[in-house]
């Protein structure tokens, strides 16, 4: 009798905290996975409210951070690097920026058509990359969970000021082989495409302009670059698709999803 009586509170307990209870924001899910973990800029969009027209992601002055093309090798402490130093290829990647997925896209041959939105999540990527559109940080947070079985993973993105164009390389952290790349694409609507990108290095690579200001750049080199855009190569960086490997920085609306070593992880070994 007791017992019974028991259950039946418990039962309206949990009834009366189910209906009390407001869904999970995204911010909190991911609070609940890495708690302490500040959510990255990068996907700040993700907490738009659903179904506003938002402005396109990338903005023009952003341009030029993407569209700089460089060499592996260039990537140490006191080299200058400047931002959209090749006006030709400047010339060559501005029509592809609208409204297709990304100006770094455009360096891949297959990608130059322009596309919808649905057409773009349903096609394989130039390089037969499976292709994971998410449009929300909860569906975000599940991919790349279950891609890397684990949650300790983290998430590294560019913080890149205004009006820059100018840098020199102050550090280069080399962050790992074949991330898990999720940018937002090129469209209104807010929708990130996750992927691996194979045969490529991400770094960190920490940057200082003449005066002072400091930029972090996301940066992701390809070793396998046969299908990239002859014409753009060649306007950039004087060298043939599949010779050298080439890389670009990340912008802000991006970022790289890798396995997050922590010193526990190490002192178990
Ligand atoms: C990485 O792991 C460490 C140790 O578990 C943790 O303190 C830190 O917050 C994690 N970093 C991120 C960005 O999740």
Redesign the pocket.
């Known amino acids: 009798m007791e017992f019974s009586r028991l259950s039946i509170l418990a039962l309206f307990c949990l009834v009366f905290v189910r209906i009390g209870a407001s869904p999970l924001s995204a911010e909190d899910y991911w609070q609940s996975v890495?708690p302490?973990?500040p959510l990255p800029k990068a996907f700040s969009d993700l907490l738009l409210p659903y179904g506003r027209t938002h402005s396109l992601p990338i903005r023009a002055e952003e341009i030029n951070q993407y569209s700089t093309l460089f060499f592996e090798h260039d990537l140490y402490p006191g080299k200058k690097i400047t931002l959209g130093n090749s006006q030709s290829l400047g010339k060559i990647v501005r029509p592809f920026t609208k409204p297709t997925q990304g100006v770094t896209d455009s360096i891949w041959l297959t990608n130059k058509k322009r596309q919808s939105l649905d057409d773009f999540c349903a096609s394989p990527t130039a390089t037969g990359e499976h292709k994971h559109c998410v449009s929300s940080l909860e569906s975000m947070v599940d991919h790349v969970i279950s891609h890397f079985g684990t949650t300790?993973?983290?998430?590294i993105s560019s913080t890149f000021g205004q009006n820059q164009d100018q840098y020199v390389v102050e550090e280069v952290k080399r962050v790992g082989d074949n991330a898990v790349m999720c940018h937002r694409l090129n469209f209104e609507k807010v929708v990130f495409n996750c992927h691996q990108v194979q045969a490529t290095t991400a770094y960190v690579v920490s940057l200082v302009a003449p005066d002072g200001t400091k930029a972090k750049a996301l940066t992701v080199c390809h070793h396998d670059t046969r299908g990239m855009n002859h014409e753009l190569l060649y306007e950039a960086l004087k060298v043939d698709p599949g010779t050298v490997p080439i890389c670009h920085f990340i912008g802000n609306k991006a970022a790289a999803w890798v396995p997050?070593f922590?010193?526990?992880?190490l002192c178990a070994i």
Request: proline share 0%; aromatic share 8%.
């Open positions: 890495w302490n973990t300790k993973i983290k998430a997050n922590s010193d526990d992880h």
